[in-house]
């Protein structure tokens, strides 16, 4: 789950630079809403036709729906998240992501339903995002992931042992 967080961050980075930029400066974290999307698979973010359609996709193409699903609801509500000054305010935006309340006036009987999140998810603008990247980027986040984890598990035995000697004997 880390990497995969870590690889939706650089997905983020390469695809919606933008946001991407804005979230870095106002110190937003997206993982926690994010971390949700994964292991829902967003059953409990989407309608529950939408989450379908994603959960049908997951099992014809495999994990890479999740990242493209995660990237279509960024896209889809980026305008309103380069507004987000803070955790909360994005929290607020991307908890119901696609509202089934009443349409404002103005707004087309498909704006924020399932079918734009599936033309944000299979654009043109995520062409290029394929089974092979992910797996290649997940590979070089994992192995960031390892390091880290050595270098705290080293830090944790040197308390360990740290505390070891400063005991009473």
């Known amino acids: 789950l880390r990497c995969d967080l870590r690889l939706l961050d650089s997905l983020i980075a390469q ?3 933008n946001l991407s930029s804005h979230l870095r400066q106002r110190g937003i974290d997206l993982a926690p809403i994010t971390m949700n999307w994964f292991l829902c698979l967003f059953v409990n973010t989407l309608p529950a036709e939408a989450s379908h359609r994603v959960l049908d996709c997951l099992l014809h193409e495999g994990p890479k729906v999740l990242f493209r699903a995660a990237l279509g609801i960024l896209h889809m509500r980026e305008a309103e998240l380069l507004k987000a ?3 909360v305010d994005a929290y607020v935006i991307l908890r119901a992501p696609l509202s089934s309340g009443p349409k404002e006036e103005g707004q087309s009987p498909d704006e924020g339903s399932g079918s734009d999140l599936f033309g944000s998810m299979y654009g043109l603008w995520l062409l ?3 089974t092979d990247t992910l797996s290649k980027l997940r590979e070089e986040h994992l192995a960031a992931i390892r390091a880290e984890d050595q270098a705290h598990d080293a830090r944790r035995e040197a308390y360990r042992v740290a505390q070891q000697d400063s005991a009473p004997q």
């Open 128 to 130: 290029g995002l394929s």
């Open 85 to 87: 000054d803070a955790v």
């Open 15 to 17: 695809y919606l630079p």
